[in-house]
């Protein structure tokens, strides 16, 4: 019989239904609209206690033991929140995808996390009985919301348990608590190993950031901060969207639960906070009571943020977040810290600041390859090749959030992955260089860095050069043809009503003036740029190039 472990940072959440039972847990959207606004619903600290509760009986009733993994596919709200801890409860190790990668993609990541339990909405079960063959050791299945076959559903269990939960002993640190896929944005999806150790210190890392001020009232737009939130006491409001078009929430609802609920902190990516910072600035609305913003997914426009501070309060902190699946936080600098010398510095080629490592995050600089280096001894040996890109290099981590492994492919730890004698790094993919103060200078992704005649040439350090320019939205380098020989090309996304003609001028003498931006040999002017699943920020540059590649051979 299987040992009844939990999550041991659960006490935390068990904390707050003590001493705060009635307070609000989630309070949610539910579909409907009254003069334009959403309508919401709330859940109190005890009702999601409750509800976790009867999930962790129910499933261990199915035959769910401590380790089993479980798929889940249920979309951002309090089902989410009360199925994850529920599975935490037992230890049951929850796997969570983007379905917005693509139904096939998806299907190939879910075969290989080899799950046993599946529970997700009615359109997540039809996909799991049509493709039968990639569930086969699926033997527990649970329906979210109206269920058109037999089996067992979310509503059908109740949310009241029989009887209180038997006492666990909280799992080592090294135990499995989620497998978490990359978006797969740059390359393969990646099943990412994050323990209870690595989701432990993401919350201490995030009450560190906010100096260990109570979080009051949060708004969400990223389901794996309503996770460590609950756990800090917070209210969660979670405004309506789409999980794989968050870029399409509609501003005047965010400001609107803001000042409804009288919201002190919020994550979101840039995708999010450009709009709402023109909805602002068309409208005049105000956010009062808003003390932080937190922003992620994506290097936010140091415009933004110069933007968000002028219509914030003047105390409130604007902080632009750096991490990963596999890391996060890496990295975090505030507004008062980045605007002015680190902006001009970016806009001069010196790569945009992403602040000094988290709380017990340790960063290094490594020679740029796309070769395995399976131990440090094998990364000194290439120490001189830093030369070669200016000391440019990948970024490597370590830390108590740092994820040291991946379930899937087993190949992404070969060449992800570093052996330091007990210590294991990250090859984070990013390529940067760090200051004399620590800070991280990001350039770009290893895989989308230009291999030219005349050098290595890194995307966000040459765009960050053209981003200032009057009419241009971003920009985006591509390398066309072979490598060794590729041809460096900027593709531009204009604004609105700009003049093509007059951009493109100013882009020709922008690019003269720069060293590491003479290389660009021309400029193409994109509608709109395809960006990622999940924060609908980050620049689908491989896309990019086969258009320019496209538009070249016309």
Known sequence: MSTAIYWRALDRFRDTVVAHPEREA??????????????????TYAELDEWSDTIAEQFTAAGVTPGMRTIVLVRPGPELYAVLYGLFKIGSVPVVIDPGMGMFKMLRCLQAADAEAFIGVAEAQALRIVFRAYFRKVKIAVTVGRCLWRGPTLEGWGRKPAAPLPDREPAPDDEPLLIAYTTGSTGPAKAVVLTH?????????????????????????????????????????????????????????????????GV????????????????????????????????????????????LRRVLPEHARVYSGYGSTEALPMATIESRELLGELVEQAHNGSGVCVGRPALHVRARIIPVTDDPLPTWA??????????????????????PNVSTRY??????????????????????GDLAWLDDEGRIRFCGRKSQRLDTAAGPMFTVQVEQVFNTLPGVARTALVGVGERGAQRPVLCVELEAGADQQEVEDQLSKRRDEFEITAPVTGFLFHPKFPVDIRHNAKIGRERLTVWAAKQLSE
């Open 264 to 307: 002190r902190t919020m994550f979101a990516s840039p995708a999010v906070l450009i709009p709402l910072l023109r909805h602002i600035e068309d409208t005049g609305a105000e956010l009062p009571t808003l003390d932080s913003i937190y922003s992620g997914g994506a290097p936010v426009p140091d415009w933004c943020i110069e933007g």
């Open 407 to 428: 379930l899937w492919p087993e190949q992404a730890n070969l060449v992800g992955k570093i052996v330091d004698g007990d210590v294991v790094w990250h090859r984070t």
């Open 197 to 261: 150790g690595n989701i432990s210190a993401m919350i201490d890392q995030v009450d560190a950031a906010r100096e260990h001020v109570p979080p009051g009232t949060s708004l969400i737009t990223a389901p794996v901060v309503g996770i460590l939130e609950l756990l800090l006491g917070s209210r969660c409001v979670m405004p309506p969207l789409i999980p794989s078009k968050v870029g399409a929430t509609d501003p005047a609802h965010v400001v609107d639960a803001v000042g409804r609920f």
């Open 26 to 43: 989630v309070i949610y959207a539910d579909g409907r609209i009254t003069a334009g606004l959403p309508e919401y619903r709330q859940l």
């Open 378 to 399: 094998d990364v000194e040996a290439r120490t001189v090749d830093l030369a070669l890109s200016r000391g440019i290099g990948e970024l490597v981590v370590t830390g």
